[in-house]
C-alpha cells in the first residue's frame, strides 16, 4: 500500500469524524465518496493483473561479444477486462539488454516485441526474470507479480582474424611424425584402410577405392610441429583501464564500438589469448592455455573444435581476479613446457621478474613468444620500455599492443634483436 492510500484513508477519517461532529451533510457526501474510491480502487488493483500471461523466447544460451542476441517477447491477456497499463519490467543483468516496457492490452488482447541486443561484455549472465507491474488509475494500489521464468547465457570473448599472425619461421621444433594414430586430418598421412560406418567422407581416399575396388580411407599421423602453450596474466595489480559494466548503453541495431569491449589490459589480453588459440586450432595444432586468475586455469593441448570451447567457456568468465605474480606461475608451470612447445606469454605487468622466467624457458630451448600490452596507454603509470628491451636483449620474438590497437594489425610483425651470444645460446650444441 502506496503512502497516496494511506493519506487518503487518514483524510476520509478525518472527515467522518468532522461530519459527526458538526451534522454537515456535505461531509458526509465527501466520507462516502472517498471510501468509494477506496473501495474502486482496491478492487481495479485486485484484478490488473488477472489473465496475464507472458513468455519470452531467446533461441541460444551462447553467443559472443559483439554478436546480436535476438529475444522474442509475448505477453496476452486472457481476461475479459481491459489493462490500461502494464509495466514490464526485466530485470536481467546482461549489459544493455532493454526489454522493459508499459503496454496496454484490451480484451483477450496480446502484446509481442523482438529485443535485439548487442553483446558487448563477455561473461555468464542471467536472462530473467521480468516482473509485472500495474494497479488502479489514482495509483493508490499497485499490484506486482514476478514471471520467474530464468536463463542463462555464457557470452565468449571475442576473436579477430590473426591470418597475419606467424611464429617465428625455422624456429619450431620439428621431428619424425608420432607413430600414434589420430581421428584429425593432419599432414601426416601414415597409410590406407578399410572404411567402417562412421568414417568422415572426407577421408576417403578415392585413388585406393578405385585400386581395391571397395571404400578405403586414409590414416593420419600426429603433426610432429609444436604444440602451442597460451601464458596469460590475470594478476589483479598488474591491470589498467576499465568500464563501469553500468555504463554500456544499448548497441541494439549497431556494431560495439572497440573502446567498449576493449577498454581495458584485461579485455585485450583474453582477446588476444581466444584469437591466437583459434588461429592455431584451425591450423590443426594443439593448443593449451594457463593463467594466474584467483581460479587457476590450465587447460592440457589438445586440438580440434571441443578443445576451442573449452578454453572459450574459461576465458568467457574469467577475470583478472589473481594474487600470483605471472613470472611464478611461469616457473610453476614450466615443467609443461618441452622442446617440442612453444610458449605465447601475454602480459602488462612491468615486473621484470616475468621476463627473467620466460629467459629461463628459452634456456631449456623451449620456444618462446612474448606479447606486451603498453600500460601506459590504458592509464596506468608503468612502461613495458624495460621488458621489451630485457626481451629484445636475448632475441625473444616481442608483439607491443598499446590501447586502440588494431589487434590483427598489432600482432602482425614482431621485433627480435637478438645478440650473437643469445643465438648461440639457444643453438643445439
Known amino acids: 500500500m502506496r503512502m497516496n492510500a494511506l493519506k487518503l484513508i487518514a483524510l476520509a477519517i478525518v472527515v467522518f469524524v468532522l461530519s459527526q461532529l458538526n451534522q454537515w451533510s456535505i461531509l458526509d457526501k465527501v466520507f462516502f465518496a472517498l471510501v468509494g474510491i477506496l473501495l474502486v480502487a482496491w478492487l481495479w488493483s485486485r484484478v490488473s493483473l488477472r489473465g496475464l500471461v507472458l513468455t519470452r523466447d531467446t533461441r541460444t544460451d551462447r553467443a559472443q561479444v559483439g554478436q546480436p542476441l535476438v529475444e522474442r517477447v509475448r505477453i496476452e491477456n486472457r481476461s475479459k477486462l481491459s489493462k490500461l497499463w502494464v509495466e514490464v519490467a526485466d530485470q536481467s543483468d546482461l549489459p544493455g539488454h ?28 542471467r536472462i530473467g526474470p521480468i516482473a509485472l ?21 555464457l557470452v565468449y570473448p571475442a576473436t579477430v582474424d590473426l591470418s597475419a599472425f606467424a611464429l617465428p619461421v625455422g624456429e619450431l621444433p620439428g621431428g619424425s611424425a608420432n607413430q600414434r594414430r589420430t581421428p584429425f586430418i593432419t599432414p601426416n598421412a601414415s597409410g590406407v584402410r578399410e572404411y567402417f560406418a562412421g568414417d568422415a567422407f572426407n577421408r576417403i581416399s578415392w585413388t585406393a577405392t578405385a585400386r581395391a575396388g571397395k571404400l578405403m580411407v586414409k590414416e593420419f599421423e600426429l603433426d610432429p610441429t609444436a604444440d602451442i602453450w597460451i601464458a596469460l596474466d590475470l594478476n589483479a595489480g598488474v591491470q589498467a583501464g576499465a568500464r563501469p559494466i553500468s555504463a554500456f548503453p544499448n548497441f541494439s541495431g549497431g556494431e560495439v564500438p572497440l573502446s567498449f569491449w576493449l577498454d581495458s589490459t584485461e579485455e585485450y589480453g583474453v582477446t588476444i589469448a581466444a584469437s591466437i588459440a583459434r588461429h592455431f586450432l584451425n591450423q590443426n595444432r594443439n593448443v593449451g592455455i594457463i593463467a594466474n586468475a584467483h581460479r587457476h586455469i590450465s587447460i592440457p593441448t589438445d586440438r580440434g573444435g571441443r578443445q576451442m570451447l573449452k578454453i572459450l567457456e574459461q576465458l568467457a568468465v574469467a577475470r583478472a581476479d589473481g594474487t600470483t605474480p605471472f613470472g611464478e606461475m611461469l616457473m610453476a608451470e614450466g615443467g609443461q613446457f618441452t622442446r617440442n612447445s612453444t610458449v605465447i606469454a601475454i602480459s602488462p605487468s612491468t615486473d621484470e621478474e616475468w621476463v ?18 603498453e600500460p601506459s596507454t590504458f592509464g596506468s603509470a608503468g612502461t613495458s620500455l624495460f621488458i621489451v628491451s630485457g626481451l629484445a636483449s636475448v632475441g625473444i620474438p616481442t608483439y607491443l599492443v598499446k590501447y586502440g590497437d588494431d589487434i590483427s594489425r598489432a600482432l602482425a610483425t614482431y621485433s627480435s634483436t637478438a645478440p650473437a651470444t643469445a643465438v648461440a645460446a639457444r643453438s643445439p650444441a
Not at 480484451?107 to 529485443?115: A, C, E, G, L, Q
Not at 507491474?133 to 547465457?153: I, K, N
Open 98 to 125: 532493454r526489454v522493459s516496457r508499459v503496454v496496454y492490452l484490451g480484451p483477450h488482447d496480446s502484446n509481442r516485441w523482438r529485443v535485439e541486443t548487442i553483446c558487448a561484455r563477455r561473461g555468464r549472465f
Open 133 to 153: 507491474r500495474s494497479g488502479d488509475p489514482f495509483g493508490l494500489f499497485p499490484a506486482e507479480t514476478v514471471v520467474p521464468q530464468t536463463g542463462e547465457l
Open 356 to 373: 627473467q622466467a620466460l629467459i629461463g624457458i628459452v634456456s631449456r630451448r623451449v620456444q618462446a613468444v612474448a606479447i606486451t600490452l
